[in-house]
């Protein structure tokens, strides 16, 4: 009786793992997926001159005129120059100290203006205006632009584009540097490496999986981007490429000992038949061994790609940090878990900025979990033959 | 161990390049792995200094020392390691001796392969929102120790399952045989048995909380805040998250690269002992059971 109870409890033990990736979905999805449907002007209501004759506007349209990118004319507006009047440009037309009747007179002359755009909280829009609706879609905001400024007033842009790729770029250049390196690291250990090394250099890979990332970013900040800006006379070494490889370099010992475990299992009566049939070492690796762990390798690629995806400090120290869209390594990049480490401190909780920050959480989750979950299925079940 | 041929035929020079190779790279990924330790040695062992280990940052964190970090980063990793140690334990126990083939421990087991690949700064994201934000402890030691800790889980829960099973199954059987029960038999023999690896894990755990950066981000790192916490609700600075302020948004970066590499060496030797002593330890105990 007491033992089953006592079991029970180990069970349980084994249960929080349950609880906690239930949990982590929980709160990421409950945080994040607002995003679709909350839009970030909630509680402002966008107002034009009465006799502007436009029914709606698009959110893009409005960053354009805010941004002069774009005329009233060219939307089939009015021929006036645009003025824009949001609460985070309020005080260039009038003090937050100023006496109430004084605001109150200049935000109704601000309203004869036949080119403007308010962008205010009802209760300080001016009367004589024409609300106009801006129709807000989380999901086109975030996945047809590419443009990344998420506290930009009065609309902020929030397309994930510029994040995915520079963490797509980051991790191509880590995958290309720890894929062939990996495996070469594996093949040496096994075959070449004198036996009494074999205990000191599975030491030295676990002193480099436990290097802090923050230490390794600091290094390649101070010798590898001076070498990047040299090397490729750049003006700044803080590139996609320093990242990657720096990160490649960091998943090496992921990457080496998954293959040497694969190595090791290879059934050894295979590898006598090929040594019987007079191949030699190098014949024996090439034409039997690696094609014969193929499957693993797989499966270390992926896991080496979840793994160089969500590192997040090296990233953010030695990458440049500029969310735009880049077609080149040498190009600096900011990454999904980047952006979320260097702003997720400065968004208030419950934000809209806050909000998108965990939407970029749950993609980095989703693409986490399933490159695991990939391997984790495809794995090869012979371990040991 | 070793597959090499005993009587392979003779290499031919390509097969030498590539032998060369395969060595360079192999030993050249490693030498950069000294380059760093070296170059922070030199750099950082110029700022090491008795009153750096132990006085509070003055002067906008050009002067003075890393203490309150110091002292912030071994809370931390005392309350992740102290709290994940009793959970993987038990769940790594369940794994590997009492959970029958099932369904269940199927699932179980891929939830800690599929937790361990869950990037460090989605724990922190959860972390946020559940430690700091929904049960309310603030950016607190408390909230940073226990994210830290759910991080720590999967590689802990794997090493204490890998652990009970190196117990020799005949210690086991011999146990249940004179009519122990089963979890007599856990508590007298299998857990005893395992504990020098259960503990070692725990090092090498404690080594890779101690570095984190990404989780403590957002659930308690404080940018400057040159005290000693009272208690586990308070915020802290720590380590990782000092050094990484001091190479990115100091106010005079250059005046406080010195700071920065005395840091960066201090956590490094930090980690280094703890992982370089947890790796020693584990392949002296994985030669020790080999029969």
Redesign the interface.
């Known amino acids: 009786m007491r033992d089953r109870w006592g079991k029970k409890a180990f069970q349980a033990a084994a249960a929080t793992t349950i609880l906690i990736l239930g949990g982590l979905t929980l709160f990421l999805f409950q945080e994040g997926l607002p995003t679709l449907w909350k839009s970030p002007y909630e509680g402002v209501t966008y107002a034009v001159h009465p006799q502007n004759p436009l029914p709606h506007l698009s959110p893009e349209a409005v960053q354009a005129l805010v941004r002069g990118e774009t005329t009233w004319t060219a939307l089939g507006g009015p021929e006036a120059p645009v003025v824009p009047v949001y609460l985070a440009n309020l005080d260039r037309y009038v003090s937050a100290h100023a006496p109430a009747p004084l605001f109150k007179h200049i935000l109704d002359s601000l309203a004869t203006l036949p080119g403007v755009l308010f962008a205010l909280p009802p209760s300080l829009l001016p009367a004589r205006t024409k609300p106009i609706d801006v129709p807000w879609n989380g999901w086109k905001a975030l996945f047809a632009s590419a443009r990344w400024s998420p506290t930009y007033e009065p609309i902020p842009s929030v397309g994930v584009w510029s994040l995915l790729i520079g963490s797509l770029w980051v991790s191509a250049i880590g995958l290309l540097v720890v894929v062939p390196l990996g495996i070469a690291m594996a093949v040496y250990v096994v075959e070449f490496l004198p036996k009494k090394l074999y205990y000191a250099i599975k030491m030295l890979w676990e002193v480099l999986a436990g290097l802090p990332s923050v230490v390794v970013g600091f290094w390649g900040l101070m010798v590898l981007v001076p070498w990047i800006q040299k090397i490729f006379h750049l003006e700044d070494g803080e590139t996609a490429l320093t990242a990657g490889i720096l990160l490649g370099w960091m998943t090496l010992p992921l990457m080496a000992s998954l293959v040497e475990e694969a190595l090791q299992a290879i059934p050894p009566l295979l590898i006598e038949s090929s040594y019987g049939l007079g191949a030699t070492q190098w014949q024996t690796i090439l034409r039997l061994k690696l094609p014969y762990i193929m499957p693993s390798i797989f499966t270390a690629t992926l896991l080496s790609a979840g793994r160089i995806l969500g590192e997040t400090m090296v990233v953010l120290i030695v990458s440049g940090n500029a969310p735009l869209l880049s077609w080149s390594p040498l190009m600096p990049v900011r990454t999904l878990p980047a952006t979320l480490a260097a702003e997720l401190g400065e968004a208030p909780v419950g934000s809209y900025h806050y909000h998108v920050l965990f939407f970029l959480g749950i993609i980095l989750f989703l693409i986490t979990v399933s490159l695991n979950a990939l391997a984790y299925v495809i794995q090869p079940k012979t371990r040991s033959a | 161990?070793?597959?090499?041929?005993r009587?392979?035929?003779p290499?031919?020079w390509?097969?030498h390049i590539?032998?060369l190779?395969?060595?360079l790279?192999?030993w050249g990924?490693?030498a950069?792995?000294a380059?760093?330790i070296g170059?922070?040695v030199y750099r950082g062992g110029q700022v090491l200094s008795w009153e750096f280990l132990t006085a509070p940052m003055r002067e906008g964190m050009q002067k003075g020392g890393i203490a309150p970090a110091l002292v912030g980063s071994l809370w931390l990793t005392a309350v992740a390691i102290l709290t994940a140690a009793?959970?993987?334990t038990?769940?790594g126990?369940?794994?590997s001796?009492?959970?029958r083939p099932s369904r269940?421990k199927n699932?179980?087991e891929?939830?800690?392969?599929?937790?361990?690949?869950?990037?460090?700064?989605?724990?922190?994201?959860?972390g946020?929102?559940?430690f700091v934000?929904?049960l309310g402890l603030g950016a607190s030691i408390l909230a940073g120790g226990l994210t830290l800790a759910?991080l720590s889980?999967?590689l802990l829960?794997r090493n204490a399952q890998e652990a009970f099973a190196a117990v020799p199954r005949a210690l086991k059987e011999a146990s249940l045989g004179i009519g122990a029960?089963?979890?007599q038999t856990f508590f007298r023999i299998t857990l005893p048995m395992a504990l020098p690896r259960i503990l070692t894990g725990l090092v090498?755990a404690s080594?890779?909380v101690?570095?984190?950066?990404?989780p403590i981000?957002?659930t308690v790192a404080a940018y400057y805040l040159p005290t000693y916490p009272h208690s586990l609700l308070e915020p802290t600075m720590a380590l990782?998250?000092h050094?990484?302020v001091l190479?990115?948004s100091g106010t005079n970066i250059q005046a406080t690269y010195p700071m920065?590499f005395g840091t960066?060496l201090v956590?490094?030797l930090l980690?280094?002992c703890?992982?370089?002593i947890?790796?020693?330890l584990?392949?002296r105990l994985k030669?020790s059971y080999r029969v």
């Open positions: 161990m070793l597959s090499s041929p009587h392979a035929p290499k031919r390509g097969e590539a032998t190779a395969v060595a790279l192999s990924s490693i950069i792995l380059g760093i170059f922070l009793f959970i993987s038990a769940a126990a369940y794994l001796e009492f959970a269940f699932l179980i891929f939830l800690v392969t599929t937790l361990a690949g869950i990037p460090s700064v989605v724990y922190g994201l959860f946020l929102a559940l934000t929904a759910l889980l999967p829960i029960s089963e979890i090498l080594g890779r101690l570095g984190e950066t990404a981000l957002f990782p998250y050094l990484y190479i990115t920065a960066a956590l490094l980690t280094l703890l992982t370089g947890a790796a020693y584990r392949y030669k």
